[in-house]
């Protein structure tokens, strides 16, 4: 203990303490101050950095995201929308089709109906034409027929001898 | 740009080469002694003398000694004179510490402004009027001197002044160099991690969210005791950490920190520690406060200065194994040995150098922790009100 106290030198541990108050404030001042300030805002800047990183990161995921789904509607509108077509493609052929079908049946029946009518007509001309020849040609037997005695006479017979007959 | 910048760094390595040359050649001096000196010039070579030697050395002293040579069986000091500066009777003296003329016994005087100065065992003390001569009492002390105020620059001062100048000029430099980039560039990369390593490995642990505005000094307290310790590694012989007058500073200002800053908190846990019987709390409170107040600086002041003045004696007197053991051991044999041994033991010097620089801020950085530290998690209370510390108030107690 001696020992340390003789060791001890007041004039040095005042010079000592002076010099040390002088080198903390001029290192706070002039060193660790902006040592300090310098360090923090980076440390500062890179978290952001980071932060803004982070945030962007999620922004882009986000926008894949949606274009993702973007596109699945889209593909499934796509889809719904050659389905429609194609349904009305083929509703149009078949009504096409249908109606086609009518209007032929339609003219069909109508050729049909005219060829009926014609033939009607047909066979009504046919008819008169026939009853017309048949009288004509009937008359014209008739007179031949009736044009000599013997053939008078044996008409009436023939048909006396059909009435008996019967 | 590239041939300028090659050009510095090649005149830097011829000046570092430089001081490495002088360091070594003054260490290797040192060591190498002639034996055939007479008694009034003789080197320092037997075990008395190397005593004194590491005794003289590891104290302050006012004039700056690099090593000594002989030739033509003369002593020749090398090295230079520091300026004395004295506060007496007669008011402020300077002059150059070459005048005492390396004498430490107290016969060279010196005469300036109207008082006479000696040197006795690295104190200088000032002459009675009329004295003509020192005259001591039995126990070898003077009686007919007083001691003036001596604001010389000592070899430690001087120190104190080189460190002080290179932590200004290198942390200044980092400093600037972040108003031009955010990240520094040559020897600033060094520094920035040490920085960066006090802040967030000492401060920050320690002290807690409160740690900006303790920051400041406990980097310069850092970087101060861990340059004296290398600074005193280096064969040049300062020995600032190691003088008690240092590291009492060092601690008084740490003390004083911590006093200042001691919250409400910490005063009634020094002064009525709540949670303990009421009839413990005085005695307690006595421990506390001799804890605080005496054994907390004390240690501080103490492990530093012990550490590297045990070291200092350590390493020379395994250096002076390579004197006084060579009738043993015949002069290769012992200098190889204190030269391995030394080597060994400057090795884990330097570790030490580090160590302690760590020791004393971390445990400034934890004392001033503990005064500025706030409590604001809710305790629990038992039935008669008292608060049932937690784990994390016990580890605090003890630490």
């Known amino acids: 203990m001696e020992q340390l106290l003789e060791n001890f030198s007041l004039d040095l ?11 903390i404030f001029i290192m706070v001042k002039f060193a660790w101050k902006p040592i300090l300030k310098a360090l923090n805002d980076r440390e500062e800047g890179i978290k952001n950095a980071l932060d803004s990183a982070e945030e962007a990161k999620k922004q882009m995921q986000n926008i894949t995201a949606d274009n993702d789904r973007i596109l699945k ?13 194609r349904e009305i493609k083929e509703k149009t052929i078949a009504d096409a089709k249908e109606e086609a079908k009518a209007q032929a049946d339609k003219l069909v029946k109508q050729a049909q109906e005219a060829f009926e009518t014609e033939k ?35 008409l009436v017979e023939d048909m006396l001898g059909e009435a008996t007959l019967n | ?9 090649s005149k830097r390595i011829t000046t570092w080469s430089l001081v490495f040359f002088i360091t070594f050649t003054a260490f290797a001096k040192e060591v190498k002694k002639d034996p055939q000196g007479k ?34 069986g003369e002593e020749h000091h090398v090295g230079f004179p520091l300026p004395v500066i004295l506060w007496g009777e007669n008011g402020l003296t300077a002059f150059m510490s070459s005048g005492f003329h390396h004498d430490d016994t107290g016969h060279t005087i010196v005469e300036k402004g109207g008082s006479k100065f000696v040197k006795l065992h690295g104190k200088i003390y000032e002459l009675e009027a009329g004295a003509s001569g020192v005259h ?47 990240i520094p560039n040559g020897f600033g990369r060094v520094l920035e991690p040490l920085v960066i390593y006090v802040r967030d490995e000492i401060a920050k642990p320690n002290i807690g969210p409160k740690y900006r505005k303790f920051t400041g000094y406990l980097l310069t307290i850092f970087f101060f005791i861990w340059l004296s310790n290398l600074l005193g590694l280096a064969p040049l012989g300062f020995n600032i950490t190691g003088q008690l007058a240092v590291t009492a500073a060092l601690a008084i200002f740490t003390f004083v920190i911590y006093m200042i800053n001691g919250n409400a908190h910490f005063w ?16 307690l409170a006595i421990i506390e406060l001799a804890g605080t107040l005496i054994i907390k600086p004390f240690s501080l002041m103490v492990r530093l200065f012990a550490n590297i003045t045990a070291g200092h004696i350590v390493v020379m007197s395994l250096i002076s194994i390579g004197i006084v053991m060579q009738k043993q051991m015949t002069p290769v ?10 080597l060994f033991i400057t090795l884990i010097e330097v570790l030490v150098a580090f160590l302690q620089a760590y020791i004393f801020t971390m445990l400034s950085a934890l004392f001033i922790g503990m005064a500025v530290a706030d409590h604001d998690h809710e305790h629990d209370h038992d039935d008669h009100g008292n608060e049932i510390p937690d784990a994390e108030d016990v580890r605090a107690d003890f630490i």
């Open chain 2, 268 to 283: 009634s846990h020094q002064l009525w520690m709540p949670g303990v019987p009421v009839l413990l709390r005085p005695v």
């Open chain 1, 120 to 154: 009607q007509a047909a066979i009504a001309e046919l008819k008169n034409q026939v009853a017309t020849l048949s009288v004509e040609i009937a008359e014209k037997v008739v007179r031949e027929e009736l044009s000599d005695e013997k053939k008078q006479l044996k």
């Open chain 2, 39 to 72: 008694h009034e010039a003789n080197p320092v070579n037997t075990q008395e003398e190397i005593n004194e030697f590491i005794q003289h050395h590891v104290k302050d002293s006012h004039d700056f000694h690099l090593f000594s040579y002989f030739s033509g």
């Open chain 2, 1 to 9: 740009m590239s041939n300028k910048r090659m050009k510095a760094v």
């Open chain 1, 73 to 85: 509607e889209a593909r499934a509108e796509r889809e719904a929308m050659l389905k429609e077509a």
């Open chain 2, 333 to 342: 044999g012992s200098t190889a040995l204190s030269l391995l041994l030394s």
């Open chain 2, 136 to 182: 001591f009492d039995e126990e070898h002390h003077p009686t007919n001197a007083s001691t003036p105020i001596d604001l010389s620059i000592t070899k430690s001062v001087f120190g104190i002044l080189v460190i002080g100048l290179l932590m200004f000029l290198w942390f200044s430099k980092l400093g600037r160099q972040y108003k031009k980039s955010a």
């Open chain 1, 13 to 23: 541990f005042v010079k000592q303490t002076v010099l040390f108050l002088v080198l």
